[in-house]
């Protein structure tokens, strides 16, 4: 069965610590790879689409890489304001997106 | 409009009665998505629209619920008899086209059954 699984659950970071946020996956077929950013009470936040094994983007603190089983989002010197629910789904064929449960950051001044 | 709107924002209903939920997607965006989360849980894909084609109702979690997009806009999300685990935030989320996976979401319906 498909499966997008996300690691870890929660994550509580100083201001300035930076850490990483893993999304590991078990799709045949992968057509990309996307990562979303989600405040209380809001709908998800486009941040990233990776298509291939290698590929990097960056925004601002942020930075997605893909493997071809897995896909990480570093979070370099974070600030409070990038406190949310960061969500990874997958897209195989065309279509729906596989959504992972999401890893809850929170970043404390 | 400038995104996705969806109503309610909040609806309280009771146990076996029906509800509709509505999305009106950003103009111009030929795919349509239908996301239901749970408190504190991922998003479970429930059904999914692109242009004239027929839609990818394979996430429906029961014949209780359906989904109609008229005129290749708005959509209704309905749930017939609703039961207490129907309880969820419904996310409508629009796209240009169907390759990509830059999604534009609502901000969600929140359905309580009592």
């Known amino acids: 069965e498909d499966q997008v699984t996300q690691s870890p659950e929660a994550l509580r970071l100083q201001e300035g610590e930076s850490s990483s946020l893993n999304c590991s996956y078990t799709v045949s077929g992968l057509r990309g790879l996307f990562w979303y950013r989600q405040d209380p009470g809001k709908g998800p936040e486009f941040l990233f689409t990776l298509y291939s094994a290698g590929e990097e983007k960056e925004k601002e603190r942020l930075k997605a890489t893909l493997t071809k089983k897995e896909s990480f989002l570093h979070i370099t010197a974070p600030k409070p304001e990038d406190s949310a629910t960061y969500l990874c789904a997958v897209r195989y064929g065309w279509g729906k997106l596989q959504f992972g449960a999401g890893t809850q950051v929170v970043v404390t001044p | 409009g400038a995104g996705v709107s969806q109503s309610p924002s909040n609806k309280v209903t009771e146990k076996g009665k029906d509800v509709e939920l509505r999305c009106d997607p950003i103009?111009?965006?030929?795919?349509l998505y239908w996301y239901r989360q749970s408190l504190g849980q991922g998003l479970e894909f429930l059904i999914y629209f692109q242009g004239n084609s027929a839609p990818d109702k394979s996430g429906l979690p029961s014949d209780r619920f359906s989904a109609e997009r008229t005129g290749g806009s708005v959509s209704t999300l309905t749930i017939q008899r609703t039961q207490q685990e129907d309880s969820a935030v419904y996310l409508c989320?629009?796209?240009?086209?169907?390759?990509?996976?830059?999604?534009?979401f609502g901000e969600g319906s929140r359905l309580t059954v009592l």
């Open positions: 103009s111009g965006h030929t795919a």
């Open positions: 989320a629009s796209s240009l086209e169907t390759h990509t996976g830059e999604l534009f």
